[in-house]
Each structure stands twice: as C-alpha cells, then as structure tokens.
Nanobody
Framework: QVQLVESGGGLVQAGGSLTLSCAAS????????MGWFRQAPEKEREFVAA????????HYADSVKGRFTISRDNAKNTVSMQMNSLKPEDTAVYYC?????????????????????WGQGTQVTVSS
C-alpha cells in the first residue's frame, strides 16, 4: 500500500496558476501509474490527468488539456500538476491516485471509480 499526501491547493483568481504536489511513501513509487482526480460540490469525482510509471506517457481530460501539465519525479517520490489559466469551473477538491503500473493512462481516464490508493485531497478554489 502506498500513502499519498497532496499539497499546493488554495484560492486563486481566474486566469491564475497553481501547482499541486503529491508525495508518496510506503511502496516503490515507480510501481504505480499516477493520476489526479477532482470532485466539485454535489458532483461525482472525475478524472483530470494521469502519467505512466516512466513519465513517458500522459493523458488529460478534455476540459484541462492545454492548461494542465502532469509530471513526476521518481527519485523524489512525487507527482505534480501545473495548472494554468484556471477557471471557476476548476474549483474542486483535487485527489492524488496511485494504481498498479499495469494500468495505462488511458484506462485511468476511461475507468475512473475509486480503485487504487488515494490521498486526502487538497482544495482548489478559483474566483471569478
């Protein structure tokens, strides 16, 4: 089991930027495909971005493509997501997710659900 702790959330104006980070511990970080999901009030949790265990493949939800960039540092056991041009509709709790590295980034996007290990979430609020 891997433990995940997110950080970097906050309040930002529309058009601004934030960088979320997720620190992993407990198991070999490179054993996992990593992803970010988000959940807005009264909405279901939705996929945002994923990155393969090598970092060589990434996948994004259409709503964030071109604005968000996911990256990982296996030496530091961290995954990050740079979020630019933020919109009020990006307001949500953002969760870090780890799944076995046999999970492709496309599968993580197609089959959301609650599989794998999750962090406690970090709040992102974008004001208009």
């Amino acid at each position: 089991q891997v433990q995940l702790v997110e950080s970097g959330g906050g309040l930002v104006q529309a058009g601004g930027s934030l960088t979320l980070s997720c620190a992993a511990s407990g198991r070999t970080f490179s054993s996992y495909t990593m992803g970010w999901f988000r959940q807005a009030p009264e909405k279901e949790r939705e996929f945002v971005a994923a990155i393969s265990w090598t970092g060589g493949s990434t996948h994004y939800a259409d709503s964030v493509k071109g604005r968000f960039t996911i990256s990982r540092d296996n030496a530091k056991n961290t995954v990050s997501m740079q979020m630019n041009s933020l919109k009020p509709e990006d307001t949500a709790v953002y969760y870090c997710n780890a799944r076995p590295r046999s999970t492709t980034v496309q599968d993580m996007g197609a089959f959301g659900g609650l599989a794998g290990s999750w962090g406690q979430g970090t709040q992102v609020t974008v004001s208009s």
